[in-house]
């Protein structure tokens, strides 16, 4: 009879202790989004900017994989 008792008991506590996280939780979110905290992070809002042609080479007829030799 009195394990019946416990079980309940814990039951009703752990239902209190959930929902009583989820207003903690629930407030917390409206705060956020009152601040204007939860918008989006800065430049995500900024258009796309792509770059513009690749730049020509000084050296046209270079190669880059030559041997060097030294003296």
């Known amino acids: 009879m009195m394990s019946a008792f416990l079980f309940f008991l814990k039951a009703v506590l752990k239902v209190n ?5 989820m207003l903690i939780f ?4 409206r705060l956020l989004q009152e601040d204007g905290a939860g918008g989006d992070p800065a430049g ?19 190669q880059i994989n030559n ?3 030294y003296r």
Do not use: N
Not at 26 to 29: D, F
């Open 26 to 29: 629930a407030e917390g979110a």
């Open 17 to 21: 202790v959930d929902f009583i996280t």
């Open 67 to 69: 041997q060097v030799y």
């Open 44 to 62: 995500a809002s900024a258009p796309r900017r792509l770059p513009g042609p690749p730049a020509e080479s000084v050296a046209h007829g270079a």
